[in-house]
């Protein structure tokens, strides 16, 4: 989702690794990388899975999720901002704070529940730590209570998380409704940023 960027996020993002690595392979985003490495690290992605993706705009989660779960698997993504189509990817334009995006994207799992649940999303940033800190978390909260609802017994979640007021509470939610949680930080995320991702393996019964 959309960010304050500046001249210097800019010229950072054009230099970046990353970034060429994705143009160079025909990768939507960096961010590709991120789910990539937590993927193949806590074993994430394999054929035939139900994937939701949340925050999914430019699409680079939703293009490695697709690669990996094959023409078996399915793919369902939603994000406020329009989307070039991925093949393999049901893609819903919504805000995910609206029941009428949920709502479809529950229509789309047809009563199905899903092998995995990851959230990318992240809220316009105001510069205010405080203000955009507890609207991260509230996103973060959103992606937990659907994958509560919709993971298959022994499904995983991967959220991303921003680190501060908040966060120890969220971690220790997460920590009572799976079986295994740990806090991960892929090469791909740039070292100064305050993102992580937790990885929730086991949905509880």
């Known amino acids: 989702m959309g960010r304050v960027r500046g001249k210097d996020w800019v010229k950072e993002h054009v230099a970046d690794a990353y970034v060429r690595r994705a143009r160079a392979e025909g990768m939507r985003s960096r961010a590709a990388y ?102 991260a978390l509230e996103l973060a909260e959103l992606a937990l209570d659907f994958a509560l609802k919709h993971l298959k017994p022994q499904g995983n979640l991967l959220v991303k998380l921003f680190q501060g007021a908040g966060f120890d509470a969220f971690l220790k939610t997460v920590r009572g409704r799976f079986m295994a949680v740990a806090v991960r930080k892929p090469e791909a995320s740039r070292s100064r940023s305050r993102e992580v991702y937790l990885v929730g393996k086991g949905l509880r019964a």
Not at 36 to 58: C, F, N, S
């Open 34 to 135: 991120k789910l990539a490495q937590i993927a193949e690290r806590d074993g994430l992605l394999k054929p035939g899975m139900t994937v939701v993706d949340l925050g999914a705009t430019p699409g680079g989660w939703s293009q490695v999720a697709a690669g990996r779960v094959g023409p078996r698997g399915r793919v369902i993504a939603l994000d406020r901002l329009d989307m070039t189509p991925v093949r393999g990817v049901t893609f819903i334009r919504g805000d995910f704070h609206d029941t009428r995006a949920v709502e479809k994207l529950e229509r789309l799992l047809g009563g199905d529940k899903a092998d995995l649940v990851m959230s990318d999303m992240a809220p316009n940033l105001s510069g205010v730590a405080s203000s955009d800190l507890a609207r």
